[in-house]
């Protein structure tokens, strides 16, 4: 079996969210790694699943928890990736990017206002994607790992609206913390995600 093992994430580069708040909140996804090598173990060394049941079984409970697992890894390593201050948002040096928040959004101020309201509205993930369906950008919220997901949709920026990823520094105040965070966003990491895609073959 191969084992999946945690990335590191230096945090030098945040500003205003603690070393506390992110060190406690890499741990919640440790957990999710060592949960999601749990579950493969199982699934693989389990030659048969005879009882399986769409009401209750043991098969049920590894599906349902290896995409509950699975996805939170995806999602927080690639919020904690988009978290840092080093690289903000640049019209002149990311013109692709920028082009396509003009063309979907009618540029960075309406879309930054519509991806903060959508984070007061939904209790998970905000996730902004190029999907290829129609090859534009679209704001997606979610409210736990495994719902409200878009198969194949491309996700260039994400932001973890639970409470664990806030409380410790900001209370209840979801919306300081992500005011906080637009302006820790890494927008080198968002770029690289959209010349990532540009790479890819689109599928058939």
Same mark, same amino acid.
């Given at each position: 079996?191969?084992?999946?093992?945690?990335?590191?994430?230096?945090?030098?580069?945040?500003?205003?969210?603690?070393?506390?708040?992110?060190?406690?909140?890499?741990?919640?996804?440790?957990?999710?790694?060592?949960?999601?090598?749990?579950?493969?173990?199982?699934?693989?060394?389990?030659?048969?699943?005879?009882?399986?049941?769409?009401?209750?079984?043991?098969?049920?409970?590894?599906?349902?928890?290896?995409?509950?697992?699975?996805?939170?890894?995806?999602?927080?390593?690639?919020?904690?990736?988009?978290?840092?201050?080093?690289?903000?948002?640049?019209?002149?040096?990311?013109?692709?990017?920028?082009?396509?928040?003009?063309?979907?959004?009618?540029?960075?101020?309406?879309?930054?206002?519509?991806?903060?309201?959508?984070?007061?509205? #939904?209790?998970?993930?905000?996730?902004?994607?190029?999907?290829?369906?129609?090859?534009?950008?679209?704001?997606?919220?979610?409210?736990?790992?495994?719902?409200?997901?878009?198969?194949?949709?491309?996700?260039?920026?994400?932001?973890?609206?639970?409470?664990?990823?806030?409380?410790?520094?900001?209370?209840?105040?979801?919306?300081?913390?992500?005011? #906080?965070?637009?302006?820790?966003?890494?927008?080198?990491?968002?770029?690289?995600?959209?010349?990532?895609?540009?790479?890819?073959?689109?599928?058939?």
């Amino acid at each position: 079996m191969s084992v999946y093992y945690p990335k590191r994430y230096g945090f030098h580069r945040v500003r205003g969210i603690s070393r506390s708040q992110l060190e406690q909140h890499y741990q919640l996804y440790v957990g999710y790694v060592n949960k999601w090598n749990e579950i493969q173990k199982i699934l693989e060394q389990t030659p048969e699943f005879p009882q399986a049941n769409a009401t209750f079984s043991l098969l049920r409970g590894l599906q349902k928890g290896q995409s509950y697992a699975l996805n939170g890894i995806k999602l927080h390593e690639l919020y904690f990736g988009n978290l840092g201050a080093g690289h903000p948002y640049d019209p002149e040096r990311f013109r692709e990017l920028a082009h396509l928040l003009r063309r979907d959004f009618a540029g960075y101020e309406v879309f930054s206002r519509r991806f903060m309201e959508t984070a007061q509205a #939904v209790r998970g993930w905000v996730v902004l994607a190029l999907d290829p369906i129609d090859r534009r950008l679209h704001i997606y919220g979610s409210d736990a790992h495994d719902e409200g997901s878009i198969w194949l949709a491309w996700p260039l920026l994400v932001l973890d609206v639970y409470e664990h990823a806030y409380m410790i520094d900001f209370g209840i105040n979801r919306q300081e913390y992500v005011k #906080v965070f637009m302006q820790n966003i890494d927008w080198a990491v968002v770029n690289n995600r959209l010349r990532a895609y540009y790479h890819l073959a689109m599928p058939q």
